[in-house]
């Protein structure tokens, strides 16, 4: 398989993908749907690796992809304070999207892979509760619990296919993404999901815009320190996936920057 094989195939995907959720009518009045490009590509690799003819990488990937980007967008209504009519058109977006998944593998007559998403969809919904509803035990169960969100669905198509290796790769790789986006997100806007709950396990009580700068800095440090962890794990497995994969990889794990030497940077 050449870069150009699957440069061609992720392209031809996020092309059938962008078909079927940028709709003209419910753009007038939602936020554009984001096609998590990095979740694709993977996505793409693994199924790739199994040797599947083109038509099942498709959908496969078509049908996970439209699951993923129905939640996300049902996300977008409790993040964000929007009117009630643009409300009920992302909540119908969403519905809309995860018809479409359905369809796509009704018609495949693929049953056992409609169960796995939907097992995912459920793990997806159940540690977001977790995460952001509930009273985490610790730094690890919190890590864990956003590590699930962003993985499982994607980890759901590793374990149909028994693909071990993808399951852990996926998993490092997209907890390194999430983790990087908060820590971003808290350096520019001062607040996070991630930073608030990491607060709540640090320092019970204080708000985090309360918080001392050694404080902050604390709490930069024990997600920098995940993050590093995570970065020389999927590093070590660059070696296993394919060019084109290998290459996107390495300039997302190339955005992140020690708190300390962006420090020193910046002063």
Not at 47 to 56: C, G, K, R
Not at 107 to 129: C, P, R, T
Not at 192 to 206: N, P, Y
Request: with cysteine; charged share 30%; hydrophobic share 40%.
């Amino acid at each position: 398989m050449t870069v150009h094989d699957i440069r061609q195939k992720f392209t031809t995907i996020k092309e059938q993908v962008e078909k079927r959720v940028f709709d003209s009518y419910l753009l007038e009045f939602i936020e554009t749907p984001k096609i998590d490009e990095e979740k694709l590509l993977v996505l793409v690799s693994l199924l790739e690796s199994l040797e599947l003819s083109f038509n099942q990488i498709q959908n496969y990937t078509m049908s996970t992809m439209l699951i993923q980007i129905a939640l996300d967008t049902h996300d977008y209504i409790s993040s964000e304070t929007i009117d009630e009519k643009k409300r009920q058109l992302t909540v119908l977006a969403g519905d809309y999207f995860s018809g479409l998944y359905y369809q796509i593998l009704a018609e495949a007559e693929d049953i056992n892979m409609i169960k796995a998403l939907s097992a995912g969809v459920k793990e997806v919904n159940e540690n977001k509760i977790l995460v952001y509803q509930t009273d985490l035990d610790g730094i690890e169960s919190l890590m864990s619990g956003i590590r699930k969100i962003e993985s499982s669905l994607l980890s759901k198509v590793a374990d149909y296919f028994k693909v071990e290796f993808w399951d852990e790769f996926l998993g490092d790789l997209l907890l390194f993404k999430r983790l990087l986006i908060e820590r971003n997100e808290y350096f520019q806007s001062g607040c996070s999901i991630l930073f608030q709950s990491l607060k709540k396990l640090v320092f019970t009580g204080a708000k985090l815009e309360d918080l001392t700068e050694e404080q902050q800095q604390r709490l930069i440090q024990t997600c920098d320190e995940y993050i590093e962890r995570l970065k020389h794990a999927v590093e070590k497995q660059l070696p296993n996936i394919n060019d084109f994969l290998a290459k996107r990889v390495t300039a997302l794990l190339g955005q992140y920057q020690p708190y300390a030497k962006t420090f020193v940077e910046e002063g």
